[in-house]
T-cell receptor, first 113, second 113 residues
Framework: AQSVTQPDIHITVSEGASLELRCNYSYGATPYLFWYVQSPGQGLQLLLK??????LVQGIKGFEAEFKRSQSSFNLRKPSVHWSDAAEYFCAVAYTNAGKSTFGDGTTLTVKP | NAGVMQNPRHLVRRRGQEARLRCSPMKGHSHVYWYRQLPEEGLKFMVY????????ESGMPKERFSAEFPKEGPSILRIQQVVRGDSAAYFC???????????FGPGTRLLVL
């Protein structure tokens, strides 16, 4: 069965600092990988996705993620965090692009002024 | 093109009552997915439907929960005889085919008193 681990429950960074959120997955084949962001009381917004090809994926809001097959990881990065980035971030995997997705438990990002 | 719509956004029920959650997919989308998010957790897949068909209900509790996606109208997630443990946020997602990205609605927050 596929599973997703987000090791960091809560991360605090200063505004303008760089950010990396970790995501590890367990799956037999190369999965479809996603990162979503959820603001309090809101739904999920897709930041970026990886299916195949270039392992460095660019997303919206200045985010990027790198797929590393050898480490079964898909970490999310941003070079300079803005206060508006404070939210909860979810990594997800799926067998296909639109099959049921398995989500990690999320990482809450706090941004200090 | 309006996004995925869910209503109500908030729903309060007493134990033993029924809860009906509605999801209107994006225009042109015929695939609907329901997820549940318990407090402090990630989203858990419940059911995947196409028009008039349940494709995958492996995440649905065996009792009290049912889902439908009729030919006309929204998809409905129905919870009979609700219990306090049903309190959660229920998210709907839709996609145009089974090979394309899912788009999420804002969710329905169910509170069982």
């Amino acid at each position: 069965a596929q599973s997703v681990t987000q090791p960091d429950i809560h991360i605090t960074v200063s505004e303008g600092a760089s950010l990396e959120l970790r995501c590890n997955y367990s799956y037999g084949a190369t999965p479809y990988l996603f990162w979503y962001v959820q603001s309090p009381g809101q739904g999920l917004q897709l930041l970026l996705k990886y299916f195949s090809g270039d392992t460095l994926v660019q997303g919206i809001k200045g985010f990027e993620a790198e797929f590393k097959r050898s480490q079964s990881s898909f970490n999310l990065r941003k070079p300079s965090v803005h206060w508006s980035d404070a939210a909860e971030y979810f990594c997800a995997v799926a067998y296909t692009n639109a099959g049921k997705s398995t989500f990690g438990d999320g990482t809450t990002l706090t941004v200090k002024p | 093109n309006a996004g995925v719509m869910q209503n109500p956004r908030h729903l309060v029920r007493r134990r033993g009552q029924e809860a009906r959650l509605r999801c209107s997919p994006m225009k042109g989308h015929s695939h609907v997915y329901w997820y549940r998010q318990l407090p402090e957790e990630g989203l858990k897949f419940m059911v995947y439907l196409q028009k008039e068909n349940i494709i995958d209900e492996s995440g649905m509790p065996k009792e009290r929960f049912s889902a439908e996606f009729p030919k006309e109208g929204p998809s409905i997630l129905r919870i009979q005889q609700v219990v306090r443990g049903d309190s959660a946020a229920y998210f709907c997602a839709s996609s145009p085919t089974d090979q394309e990205t899912q788009y999420f609605g804002p969710g329905t927050r169910l509170l069982v008193l």
